[in-house]
């Protein structure tokens, strides 16, 4: 059965609105979890590494007060798109590791946003 | 630099046995690994290597070589639910994933 789950599996929005979506890890305390966004055609790009307890580390170019990612417990990570914009229209996919092995994870079914 | 490159797209036929080929370069190497994602969901994990050789599974088999910085997927026996993209990541010396673009498996009747 799934293991990391993503809530909700797809939103549309209004531009300038804020929209959160939320990531759970079903079957395991996940001291780290990943965000991902992939544009249609496009492979997986990592937006930011979320950290239980501390900040979340962001990749190059994604910027940390639009994407805001809260890591408040072991099984539950959060990221809030903030004030968004149709070009913020996505996939975003969150995973998990497996055993403290950053590289093995577990991915969500994802979230489909669509900004009007 | 870090770089996965593979083939953005390839066709074949049902029934019959197809081979996606993967090169990186990553700084240091923890080991290779192989996705499925079908349009619109997620990617699900298929094989890992971490070793030079083959790793069967089924109808999908692994291959990596370290040496060459190399690897390849195959998919044997076809099937038009294979129809998906087959990404391939490369774990660097921190065991970050290094994303490849993905390759997009067009199969026809």
């Known amino acids: 059965g799934a293991v990391v789950s993503q809530h909700p599996s797809w939103v549309i929005c209004k531009s300038g609105t804020s929209v959160k979506i939320e990531c759970r890890s079903l079957?395991?305390?996940?001291?780290?979890m990943f965000w991902y966004r992939q544009f249609p055609k496009q492979s997986l790009m990592l937006m930011a590494t979320?950290?239980?307890?501390?900040?979340?580390?962001?990749e190059q170019g994604v910027e940390k007060d639009k994407f805001l990612i809260n890591h408040a417990s072991l099984t539950l990570s959060t990221l809030t798109v903030t004030s968004a914009h149709p070009e913020d229209s996505s996939f975003y996919i969150c995973?998990?590791?497996?055993?403290?092995?950053?590289?093995?994870?577990?991915f969500g079914p994802g979230t489909r946003l669509t900004v009007l | 630099g870090q770089n996965i490159d593979q083939p953005t797209e390839m066709t074949a036929t049902e029934g019959a046995i197809v081979q996606i080929n993967c090169t990186y370069q990553?700084?240091?190497?923890?080991?290779l690994f192989w996705y499925q994602q079908h349009a619109g969901e997620a990617p699900t994990f298929l094989s890992y290597?971490?070793l030079d050789g083959l790793e069967e599974k089924g109808r999908f088999s692994s291959f990596l070589s370290r040496s060459k910085g190399y690897s390849y997927l195959l998919l044997k026996e076809l099937q038009m639910k294979d129809s998906a993209s087959y990404l391939c990541?490369?774990?660097?010396?921190?065991?970050?994933?290094?994303w490849g673009a993905g390759t997009k498996l067009i199969i026809k009747p």
């Open positions: 990553t700084s240091g190497f923890n080991g």
């Open positions: 990541a490369s774990s660097d010396s921190n065991y970050q994933l290094i």
């Open positions: 979320s950290n239980e307890g501390s900040k979340a580390t962001y």
């Open positions: 995973s998990r590791e497996t055993s403290g092995r950053t590289d093995t994870q577990y």
């Open positions: 079957d395991f305390q996940a001291t780290t």
């Open positions: 290597n971490v």
